[in-house]
């Protein structure tokens, strides 16, 4: 009696083990499995959110190309006037990326339908950062567009929502501001110093690597604007620029420096000589 009782709980405790074993294995590849899933997830939410971003900038870029010289970017902007895109209409610029925001919220539940991707964009208020410098302003309507001032800036805000049915996440929601600013710090004899700055208000260093900027000016009295021939930009660090003319401002008057990032948003600042 007492063998058979000794082989009974050896018996017990190795079907225990083999069930802890089984239970750990288990365990160790659902922890795996929503590890896995985890990172697919978060790689998609990420890759969605920086799209949409990119798609803000370009409307961001084709309204104010269209704002500034509709004809001169004609090979960007022809492509939308068949969505409504007018020269120098801020408002129609809005209504074309409406509708490019509509048919790109489409295109992505169709590339992620495998994951049951439920993707809404929609429209918020957006707060410019006091690094901008351009005060209490807050972005509404889609875009704002400052120009002409010393402190110019353009900006795109909008929110996205996200949920991925098929992969068990829900409630994913981002803001987004996009934007580029630019601000004259001074102007005078054959130099004009300016700085750029991005989005939340980054610095921006790749204006000569990535972007372009461009200096006109207009002389007191006149209201003719003239190209400035520029001889040379030297980037001297925390977005600040240096842009170096073959020839001289005027004593009075105006000038105006348009400049773009990478992305093609375009940034126009201006102010007065003398």
Same mark, same amino acid.
């Given at each position: 009696? $007492?063998?058979?009782?000794?082989?009974?709980?050896?018996?017990?405790? *190795?079907? @225990?083990?083999?069930?802890?074993?089984?239970?750990?294995? +288990?365990?160790?590849?659902?922890?795996?499995?929503? $590890?896995?899933?985890? /990172?697919?997830?978060?790689?998609?939410?990420?890759?969605?959110?920086?799209?949409?971003?990119?798609?803000?900038? +370009?409307?961001?870029?084709?309204?104010?190309?269209?704002?500034? =010289?509709?004809? &001169?970017?004609?090979?960007?902007?022809?492509?939308?006037?068949?969505?409504?895109? !007018?020269?120098?209409?801020?408002?129609?610029?809005?209504?074309?990326?409406?509708?490019?925001?509509?048919?790109?919220?489409?295109?992505?539940?169709?590339?992620?339908?495998?994951?049951? +991707?439920?993707?809404?964009?929609?429209?918020?208020?957006?707060?410019?950062?006091?690094? *901008?410098?351009?005060?209490?302003?807050?972005?509404?309507?889609?875009?704002?567009?400052?120009?002409?001032?010393? =402190?110019?800036?353009?900006?795109?805000?909008?929110?996205?929502?996200?949920?991925?049915?098929?992969?068990?996440?829900?409630?994913? !929601?981002?803001?987004?501001?996009? @934007?580029?600013?630019?601000?004259?710090? =001074?102007? +005078? @004899?054959?130099?004009? =110093?300016?700085?750029?700055?991005?989005?939340?208000?980054?610095?921006?260093?790749?204006?000569?690597?990535?972007?372009?900027?461009?200096?006109?000016?207009?002389?007191?009295?006149?209201?003719?604007?003239?190209?400035?021939?520029? !001889?040379?930009?030297?980037?001297?660090?925390?977005?600040?620029? &240096?842009?170096?003319?073959?020839?001289?401002?005027?004593?009075?008057?105006? /000038?105006?420096?348009?400049?773009?990032?990478? $992305?093609?948003?375009?940034?126009?600042?201006?102010?007065?000589?003398?």
């Amino acid at each position: 009696m $007492r063998a058979r009782g000794q082989i009974l709980v050896a018996a017990v405790l *190795v079907v @225990g083990l083999l069930v802890m074993s089984v239970l750990v294995a +288990a365990y160790q590849a659902h922890a795996l499995f929503l $590890r896995t899933r985890s /990172v697919v997830v978060r790689e998609t939410a990420a890759a969605i959110t920086a799209d949409f971003e990119r798609a803000l900038a +370009a409307m961001l870029a084709l309204a104010t190309r269209a704002l500034f =010289n509709y004809t &001169r970017f004609s090979d960007f902007t022809s492509r939308f006037e068949g969505y409504g895109l !007018k020269p120098g209409d801020l408002d129609s610029a809005k209504l074309v990326a409406r509708r490019f925001l509509e048919e790109w919220e489409a295109a992505v539940r169709v590339v992620y339908a495998e994951k049951g +991707a439920q993707v809404e964009w929609f429209e918020t208020v957006c707060a410019l950062p006091s690094e *901008v410098g351009m005060g209490e302003v807050y972005v509404y309507d889609l875009m704002y567009v400052s120009w002409y001032r010393r =402190n110019a800036g353009s900006f795109i805000c909008a929110g996205l929502n996200l949920n991925l049915t098929n992969a068990g996440f829900y409630g994913w !929601k981002k803001v987004l501001l996009a @934007g580029f600013s630019l601000v004259i710090v =001074n102007a +005078a @004899g054959s130099e004009v =110093n300016v700085t750029a700055r991005v989005d939340n208000g980054t610095l921006y260093g790749n204006l000569l690597a990535r972007g372009w900027v461009e200096v006109y000016y207009r002389e007191a009295g006149s209201e003719e604007w003239v190209k400035a021939k520029v !001889k040379d930009v030297v980037y001297e660090g925390f977005g600040n620029y &240096r842009i170096v003319l073959d020839g001289s401002l005027p004593a009075k008057g105006w /000038v105006r420096v348009v400049a773009s990032d990478e $992305r093609g948003i375009l940034a126009v600042a201006e102010v007065s000589l003398g």
